[in-house]
Nanobody, 126 residues
Framework: QVQLVESGGGSVQSGESLRLSCAAS????????MGWFRQTPGKSREGVAV???????TYADSVKGRFTISQDNAKTTMTLQMDSLKPEDTAMYYC????????????????????WGQGTRVTVSS
């Protein structure tokens, strides 16, 4: 059974930083795509940053240059370094994962992910 556990959320002031982590276990595919999504009340979930099975990355335009996604060599831990945070970054952040025998390029499409964590809240005050 795949488990994704997020940590690192919290409340910060505008311009400050946070680092989110996602611990993944229980998946069996050799190729792994992992990503971060976020959601605010009344809005659909949006892709923030994704790392594909070959290590390539993609980011939402709204976070480019401020957020950095990374993954350990074992592909069991993924992090999202969030710098220069803005109030509009306030959301529930979710870790997502898909595994396969095939290569999995990075994509911000929610439908490309099978497994989801419970989320960690990020609040940025102005």
């Amino acid at each position: 059974q795949v488990q994704l556990v997020e940590s690192g959320g919290g409340s910060v002031q505008s311009g400050e930083s946070l680092r989110l982590s996602c611990a993944a276990s229980g998946y069996t595919g050799r190729r792994v795509r992992m990503g971060w999504f976020r959601q605010t009340p009344g809005k659909s979930r949006e892709g923030v940053a994704v790392i594909g099975s070959d290590g390539s990355k993609t980011y939402a335009d709204s976070v480019k240059g401020r957020f950095t996604i990374s993954q350990d060599n074992a592909k069991t831990t993924m992090t999202l370094q969030m710098d220069s945070l803005k109030p509009e970054d306030t959301a529930m952040y979710y870790c997502a994962l898909t595994s396969s025998l095939l290569e999995l390029p990075p994509t911000l499409r929610e439908q490309a992910f099978v497994h989801w964590g419970q989320g960690t809240r990020v609040t940025v005050s102005s």
